[in-house]
């Protein structure tokens, strides 16, 4: 017979997105994307403002509908089952528009009921959301009177309350301190592995530590996606090394390359007042090789060396860069086709 304490693990993607567009009025806010998030992975979801990050978790959730392309949640097709597809959502928008006049409780008593979740479960579940987000002294206040941080915690809650294998969060720690920040992400990465979880945020810090893999938009398309890691390495393309030295840079440039071929001076900085400047260096090369700079360099009577780091590209710096190559890319004008190309004006047909 067969074990029945056995369960199949899905292996499809928790949600999967295939070539999304949305136009308004001839505007694409989503313009062809494609990406897919894992079962239990949680997707840090980035892009400048206005590049379409709303719009796709909208059309995610099933409260907007798509132009063209599709999108599936846990195997269901959002287009043709919206209201199947909100019920293995937790969806937390931005600028969570949470009831005044409810006390915190009754609220998520109230959403429970919406969720369909059966009256024997629905009080535990409400006690373990609060004791998860820390909002058991708050129960009984009236949720108009919360700080932001608390509201912030409430609309968390009610996006996790029914366990649902897919969780949307829109800035959930926009407007808060430092503290209820780290409070926050502590809470998102426990939901790793038990739920799927996409977080759009600008605090890309947060981003960085909490999430698994990274997406990245801007002016509706996709520009890249993958580890933080991979993405510096793809992105930023080299390592880097910021050098304090005084001595002849002409000199230098080629003592850098008996040391390594690649090295480059990428940027120099003026001479301080005991002679010493900054240079920053760049290399193909990923194994570390400043033991071998400091030896070289050092043993090298036509320098005076003062200090050697490598520096280690953030996400910021790889968000940076990756937008501004996608927007110089987008905005390069074409050169026009054809034999009769210089009367053609941009409306001709």
Do not use: W
């Not at 909208?58 to 909100?86: F, M, N, W």
């Amino acid at each position: 017979m067969p074990d029945d304490s056995t369960q199949t693990v899905p292996t499809s993607p928790a949600i999967e997105v295939q070539n999304l567009v949305k136009s308004y009025a001839g505007f694409l806010a989503v313009n062809n994307v494609s990406f897919t998030v894992r079962r239990g992975e949680i997707l840090g979801f980035l892009g400048p403002n206005g590049a379409g990050k709303s719009t796709t978790m909208r059309i995610l959730t099933g409260y907007l509908p798509a132009t063209s392309g599709a999108a599936r949640v846990c195997d269901i097709p959002v287009a043709t089952h919206p209201e199947e597809v909100k019920r293995l959502i937790g969806y937390m928008p931005e600028n969570n528009p949470l009831p005044e006049d409810m006390r915190v409780s009754e609220y998520l008593h109230y959403r429970g009921r919406l969720k369909e979740l059966r009256r024997r479960k629905l009080t535990s579940r409400i006690a373990e959301v609060m004791e998860l987000c820390d909002l058991g002294r708050e129960r009984h206040r009236i949720i108009g009177k919360l700080s932001k941080g608390f509201r912030q915690r409430v609309g968390i809650a009610e996006a996790i309350l029914s366990e649902p294998p897919v969780i949307i969060m829109d800035e959930p720690t926009i407007g808060l301190d430092p503290h209820q920040i780290q409070l926050v992400r502590d809470l998102i990465a426990s939901l790793r592995g038990r739920m799927s979880v996409i977080i759009s945020s600008h605090i890309l810090p947060e981003i960085e530590v909490t999430c698994d893999r990274v997406l990245i938009i801007n002016q509706g398309r996709v520009v890249t996606m993958g580890t933080p890691a991979e993405l510096r390495r793809d992105i930023i393309g080299h390592s880097v090394y910021k050098l304090e030295i005084s001595g002849d840079l002409d000199l230098l440039s080629s003592a850098l390359t008996a040391v390594e071929p690649t090295l480059k001076i990428s940027e120099t900085n003026a001479p301080d007042a005991d002679g010493f400047r900054a240079l920053y260096l760049t290399t193909d090369r990923d194994d570390p090789i400043g033991e071998q700079l400091m030896r070289s360099l050092g043993a090298d009577a036509r320098f005076r060396l003062r200090g050697l780091v490598r520096e280690h590209p953030t996400l910021e710096d790889v968000f940076l860069v990756a937008t501004r190559r996608s927007r110089d890319i987008i905005d390069t004008p074409k050169a026009p086709k054809g034999r009769n190309s210089k009367s053609q004006t941009p409306n001709s047909k």
